[in-house]
């Protein structure tokens, strides 16, 4: 198969989720040359992570998108864990002053939201370069550069590209972290949950603002509150539910139905996951880094995955 390319990059950066888009605007502050490669053609339309902090809202406003993101999210006034009745077993009020930070403590986002974002700033900034629907095929270490070879889907041929380090911000099943031949630690953390993302048809104030922790020990629920009429309920399923991650409308309904109806909502997307928490043991090797779900994973539970 043919092979082409001389481009000699600073940082290649594998994956162009919040993670690689992010570490990009940050290096081009430092005049860092970069170069994302990503296999899909466009920002994953439907929503995923959900939550972020004060913390990485000062790293958005470094790369000044904070105010236009400002429009998109909703202020999270805190977490409440509810028995099975809906009854109160413990308050965690997440103060919507500023914090030292600048920002408020907790947010709720849509995820494509943040990624539009992060795209419009980065096809502002010349020190950035994007090729997607592209699948990296190779990442070799010499002692001063990397060697990058990847698959053009759109023109059917092998490239390849050097650069000074590569960082792997491909996702949980990162490529980048297996070529760097690490290990990883398993904390033992293994459930499936059922994420389910609705659109309320109208305000249905009744639900609440506060993320909801139901502490059903047959059935554990967690209710968010997203910006607009976005909501998100995460319902541990166990392995004998929705098998073989088939997923039933009548039976979903059935499951939402303490909260919401057909007449209520639209169901936006399902997924089942295995929550998992994971890091890697090295998150670096030469000249190759990985980052976000690449170098860690963790449940939903605290809203910090992506953060």
Known sequence: MMQTGTDHFDVVIVGFGPTG???????????????????????????????????????????QIAEALEAHLHINPGM???????????????????TEHGWNASYRFH????????????????????????????IEQAEDYVRITY???VKGCEFFVFSEYVVGCDGSNSFAREKLCTNTEDFGFQQRWLVVDALLRNS??????????????????????NPGLRRRWEIAIGEESYRDDIIDKS???????QWITPQDAIIERTAIYKFRSIIANRWQRGRLLIAGDAAHLMPPFMGQGMC
């Open 151 to 153: 698959f053009d889907k």
């Open 80 to 98: 409440r864990f509810v028995d099975r009745n809906g009854d109160l077993l413990l308050d965690w009020p997440r103060p919507k002053q500023i």
């Open 111 to 138: 995820q494509p939201d943040l990624e539009r974002l992060l795209r419009k700033k980065i096809s502002e900034n010349s020190l950035i370069n994007v090729q997607t629907q592209c699948n990296v095929m190779n």
């Open 21 to 63: 888009a992010t570490l990009a605007l940050l290096l081009s502050h430092y005049n860092v040359r970069t170069l994302i490669l990503d296999k899909e053609a466009d920002i994953y339309p439907l929503p995923r992570a959900v939550h972020f902090d004060d913390e990485i809202m000062r790293v958005f406003q470094n790369i």
């Open 251 to 257: 039976r979903l309904w059935q499951t939402l139905s």
């Open 204 to 225: 249905m104030p009744e639900l609440g603002d506060h993320t909801l922790q139901y502490c059903d020990p047959e059935r554990p629920v967690t209710y968010c509150r």
